[in-house]
């Protein structure tokens, strides 16, 4: 029997139904932007895409869904809209993976247009399905025109206070203490039984209850597999952290994957056993400042897999005091855990951010040896590039010391030269160290030395950092070949204009377009 908009039961609570309406919306925003990150990372592309894609959806859903209201009202629409969103929702689970690895991504249109259709493709149909609801109840609820003015304006009221919390409960909550799909999950069988129960569908509520109370009872007892269990070993707030074993040349690796892309190879047994030729030119710009100065006293900028702490505290024990400034801690409990750091080993880890962390700390502290190893490919903490932050990595480190730090970029290197010019505002001596002779190839790793002081290359030049081969001497870029790059472009990276993620659009594609 079809109920009238008019009839009101214990069910009925307009407000609350669009405030629970619109925390789903939120809470399925939030999640979209750590749920694509194993596929496509996080960056400004990846949130300005998951936030026009669901503002689209909620727009197209209010459009229908007034026309659905005029014509269909009833508490039956409603609640199939509830099943339907809440479907939609279950359907992330299976669409985020099969999206990502049959190819959707690989289509061939540009980047911003592959984000927005990936994106589109997974969360479209469930934000269009939660944009139906508000017109619904609207329509429902009213019975005199006079009164139009104060219904909407609650309701809208309620609606955006179900944002609010969607919001601050799932990104300082739900992602940290559930997971992205234990969330999902969750948020598809509470609007499934908001469905069954406000739709009103059988003759007494007896039914209703007992089936919304068998979905809610399913959700811990469901097995954690297949669609429900993500790539992530551990998903963090930052990050989803993977780990895996591999043999190289009979040595045993252990592998660190931040989101989309391998960020560390650690060799438990042999810290010394280096595999990225960045840490390898890290390697020897370490063994220099021990021959130079006797000791080496390190301050690292994220901690990856500890590769380079572990290889330095294996390596000088004694001479080496070393600080890690890690903003992820289960980043640092991987490193005990699965990468290999003893637990009595003597460096010191800092749940900070870096740039909080040099702000804060007393200005006599100072390091020989600051490593800025927090950028990984297209995902770029842009307050670790800007002319401010430099200054402040100046403030804290000796007369001799050596600010080392390793990007990536490709082609005719725009982030590069930008990062260069920004660099020589607040350091008189740069160095530019690639991880080959081949300077402007499709994708490649720059280890830049900037110093307050001249380095003495001839001595650099002459060690080796575990390869049996001396890579600063063969890679370090000529000043004419470093200012080539550093001429092509005026941008200054400030904490006003740091246009990262543009200056790395061509590298990404270039990198996407060769896999």
């Known amino acids: 029997m079809t109920v009238s908009p008019l009839k009101r039961d214990w069910l009925w609570h307009p407000a609350l139904i669009v405030f629970i309406s619109n925390c789903c919306i939120m809470v399925i925003e939030l999640v979209a932007g750590r749920i694509v990150a194993p596929h496509i990372g996080v960056s400004l592309y990846t949130w300005t895409g998951v936030i026009g894609v669901m503002l689209a959806g909620i727009s197209i859903g209010n459009w229908i869904g007034g026309g659905l209201a005029d014509r269909f009202a009833s508490r039956q629409t409603l609640g199939l809209i509830f099943v339907l969103a809440g479907l939609g929702a279950l359907s992330v689970l299976v669409t985020v993976n099969q999206f990502g690895e049959q190819g959707l991504f690989n289509l061939p249109i540009n980047l911003i247009a592959k984000i927005v259709a990936y994106l589109g493709a997974i969360f479209l149909i469930p934000s269009i399905m939660l944009g139906l609801v508000s017109p619904m109840v609207i329509k429902l609820t009213l019975k005199d025109l006079s009164k139009t003015g104060g219904v909407i304006g609650r309701i809208y009221a309620a609606s955006s206070m179900g944002s609010i919390l969607g919001t601050f409960v799932t990104g300082y909550y739900l992602i940290s203490a559930f997971g992205t799909r234990n969330i999902l999950l969750g948020t598809g069988i509470v609007l499934l039984v908001m469905g069954i129960l406000l739709g009103d569908w059988f003759k007494t509520r007896v039914p209703a209850v007992v089936a919304s109370a068998a979905l ?3 959700v811990p007892i469901l097995p954690r597999e297949g669609m429900l269990k993500g790539p992530c070993k551990y998903e963090t707030d930052y990050f989803c952290i993977r780990v895996r074993d591999e043999n190289k040349d009979g040595v ?8 989309r892309l391998v960020h560390s190879y650690t060799a438990p047994a042999d810290p010394t056993k280096l595999r990225y030729g960045y840490e390898l030119v890290t390697a020897e710009v370490v063994d220099f400042q021990i021959a130079e100065r006797g000791s080496v006293d390190a301050f690292f900028i994220g901690a990856g897999g500890y590769t380079l702490p572990k290889m330095i505290e294996y390596k000088y024990p004694g001479k080496s005091s070393i600080e890690v400034a890690e903003i992820d801690p289960v980043v640092t409990l991987v490193g005990h855990s699965d990468m290999g750091v003893a637990a009595d080993s003597a460096i010191k880890s800092f749940a900070r951010d870096a740039r909080l962390f040099l702000k804060e700390l007393d200005q006599s502290r100072k390091y020989s040896l600051i490593l800025g190893d927090a950028f990984n490919d297209f995902s770029v903490p842009y307050h670790l590039t800007t002319k401010e932050f430099n200054d402040l990595v100046r403030a804290h480190m000796t ?19 930008a990062f260069l010019r920004t660099l020589k505002q607040t350091f008189p001596y740069i160095y530019l160290v690639p991880n080959n002779r081949s300077l402007k190839i499709i994708r490649n790793t720059y280890v830049i030395l900037a110093a307050v002081q001249p380095i003495a290359t001839e001595r650099l030049r002459t060690f080796d950092g575990g390869d049996n081969w001396k890579n600063i001497d063969d ?12 001429g092509n472009g005026t941008t200054i990276l400030t904490d006003d204009y740091v246009p990262a993620d543009n200056l790395l659009i061509p590298m990404f594609e270039s990198s996407e377009a060769n896999k």
Do not use: H, M, R, T
Not at 252 to 259: A, E, F, N, Q, T
């Open 475 to 486: 890679w370090l870029v000529s000043q004419a070949e470093q200012d080539d790059i550093a």
């Open 216 to 218: 809610l009872i399913s």
């Open 252 to 259: 045993d690796y252990k592998v660190l994957l931040l989101d």
């Open 399 to 417: 007369q001799d010391g050596i600010y080392a730090l390793n990007i990536i970029d490709g082609n005719e290197l725009p982030f590069l030269g």
